[in-house]
């Protein structure tokens, strides 16, 4: 009775997003819908330190000394959201219409504009991506493109920054991937802020996250009436 009372109890967005795993035999555990990959660098990154010295200052008598390794880099970060586990996660919420909505939006600006709250005070790493792109695809194919930078990115003595050179290895793999697996993609979004190249061949352009994410709305909305 427990378990198939626990089986009906309504989950909170972020147990249907991420799951969940327990080892008792009243509950069940919950299949997460989406997944999140380790950001990793595009190119070969220099670790660098910060040394310093702590003092108290009113007793003069405890001091320390230490260091902090960091480093600087242009990152590239992959998720894959299954909407169809999404919904049956959700299904015993009276909201659940609003929570799908809602849902590409909401994930689309925490995972553009949210930065690891660790360090902040002593790096402020709060930044922007210069490239976010989304698929939407009735098959259940997730493909990450990681592989781009297999090969690190390199500007040498181009004026071409790092960012850009990341942009342009991940297009021409975007290309390279639909040409030899020819995966059936519904749709793909593009938002760039300052890369002056081509964009995969196959995509909707967007000039601004916003719009993007009202599109990507109106399609989740569109797929599931499919």
């Not at 008598?61 to 992959?78: G, I, Q, R, V």
């Not at 593009?190 to 993007?212: A, E």
């Amino acid at each position: 009775q427990q378990l198939e009372k626990e089986q009906k109890r309504p989950l909170t967005m972020d147990m249907a997003l991420f799951g969940r795993m327990v080892t008792s035999k009243y509950f069940n555990n919950v299949e997460a819908s989406m997944q999140v990959a380790h950001a990793i660098s595009t190119h070969i990154v220099n670790r660098e330190s910060d040394y310093f010295t702590a003092i108290n200052d009113i007793t003069n008598k405890a001091s320390m000394l230490d260091e902090t390794d960091y480093n600087s880099c242009c990152y590239y970060e992959y998720a894959a959201l299954d909407t169809d586990i999404l919904k049956e996660n959700l299904r015993y919420r009276k909201d659940q219409d609003e929570l799908m909505k809602k849902v590409m939006h909401t994930l689309l600006f925490a995972m553009a504009l949210t930065n690891p709250s660790g360090k902040q005070n002593s790096f402020a790493g709060n930044v922007a991506p210069d490239l976010v792109m989304v698929e939407f695809k009735k098959e259940k194919i997730a493909l990450s493109y990681v592989n781009a930078f297999e090969v690190p990115v390199f500007v040498g003595q181009t004026k071409d920054g790092l960012v850009s050179k990341s942009i342009e290895k991940l297009v021409e793999h975007i290309n390279n991937m639909d040409h030899a697996f020819n995966l059936s993609i519904n749709h793909r979004a593009f938002f760039t802020q300052r890369y002056n190249g081509k964009p995969p061949k196959t995509c909707d352009v967007f000039d601004n996250l916003h719009s993007m994410a009202e599109a990507c709305e109106v399609w989740l909305q569109e797929d599931e009436l499919q």
